[in-house]
């Protein structure tokens, strides 16, 4: 297992829409693995592939923010199916914008169908924080970033604020 760098934006790479995964091989483990110790050393509670630059239909997440009972789930070409109409807001923040939290409006349940590790089909009902977080994921694979949800104003201000971030973390740690 390896830490991958996380890719941030304004990286072009992150609106771009990911690929079926064909085959579960060794490689896909591998990647999936390094998914997930890269989102624990950030530390994240979701990473979507693209986040590591690689351009497949794969999740990690783990919401259980525990480090003595981790809770791990793996989603290969998740999809999302009967979200509910009803709205719920959570302030969401994202690996690859680090810096910046916004409120963000989402279903309040949904269901997600997707392959697990073994190749076998599931599906999740999945309502709360999870839900949130699958729906945020999900968007990744899709080219789409959480501040992609705020007005056009909005979203150029957290992306400044993303990058200025960063760079006075630069020059702290320097
Ligand atoms: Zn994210």
């Not at 609106?15 to 483990?29: A, H, M, P, R």
């Not at 789930?73 to 979200?83: A, C, G, K, R």
């Not at 807001?89 to 680090?98: A, I, K, N, Q, W």
């Not at 697990?116 to 009902?125: A, I, L, N, Q």
């Amino acid at each position: 297992m390896a830490i991958r760098e996380i890719i941030t934006v304004p990286n072009p790479l992150l609106k771009k829409v990911s690929e079926t995964v064909d085959n579960i091989n060794d490689e896909v483990l591998a990647i999936l693995e390094d998914m997930l110790e890269t989102m624990y050393a950030a530390p994240g509670i979701g990473l979507a592939a693209i986040q590591i630059g690689i351009s497949k239909r794969m999740l990690v997440i783990d919401i259980s923010r525990d480090e003595e009972n981790r809770d791990p789930y793996f989603f290969i070409n998740p999809e999302i199916i009967d979200p509910t109409e009803n709205l719920s807001s959570f302030e969401e923040g994202c690996l690859s914008v680090p810096g910046v939290w916004e409120e963000i409006e989402r279903p309040d349940e949904c269901t997600v169908r997707f392959m697990d590790v073994k190749g076998v089909e599931k599906s999740m009902r999945c309502s709360g924080m999870l839900a949130t977080v699958i729906q945020h994921e999900m968007d990744h694979l899709n080219g789409i970033v959480f501040v992609d949800h705020l007005s056009r104003l909005k979203k150029d201000r957290a992306i400044k604020r993303s990058i200025k971030s960063r760079s006075e973390d630069f020059i702290e740690n320097d």
